[in-house]
């Protein structure tokens, strides 16, 4: 019932695990819409995942997730963390969080 599922990737390794797959040149591309690899994910427990750092400096959430239950903020060596300020908001669309760095 807490069980969410976190990935950071970057394009070509979501596109291998199918998490993200393109539908041809004037279609959007899709999130989790066929049988994509959950093994790529990591499990969490919503109640203790608070950060989840992206090690990376550029990042874009993929998945629905109301902006104002989570925050982007950059360290000093200019990387980019994901603070969840409200889990039980943040995680209310989707168990699944995608992130493509």
Do not use: C
């Not at 291998?16 to 041809?24: D, P, V």
């Not at 040149?25 to 093994?39: H, Y």
């Not at 203790?48 to 104002?68: A, M």
């Not at 969840?84 to 760095?101: D, E, G």
Request: proline share 3%; aromatic share 8%; glycine share 2%.
């Amino acid at each position: 019932m807490n069980t969410v599922w976190y990935v950071v990737a970057g394009s070509a390794d979501l596109k291998t695990a199918q998490i993200l797959t393109s539908n041809g040149i004037f279609r959007p591309k899709t999130v989790l819409d066929q049988q994509f690899d959950k093994s790529a994910f990591t499990k969490a427990d919503k109640r203790n995942v608070k950060v989840i750092t992206t090690d990376s400096k550029r990042v874009k959430v993929l998945t629905s997730h109301p902006k104002e239950s989570y925050s982007l903020i950059t360290g000093e060596d200019k990387t980019i963390t994901i603070e969840i300020l409200n889990p039980t908001q943040f995680w209310s669309v989707s168990k699944y969080l995608v992130v493509q760095k």
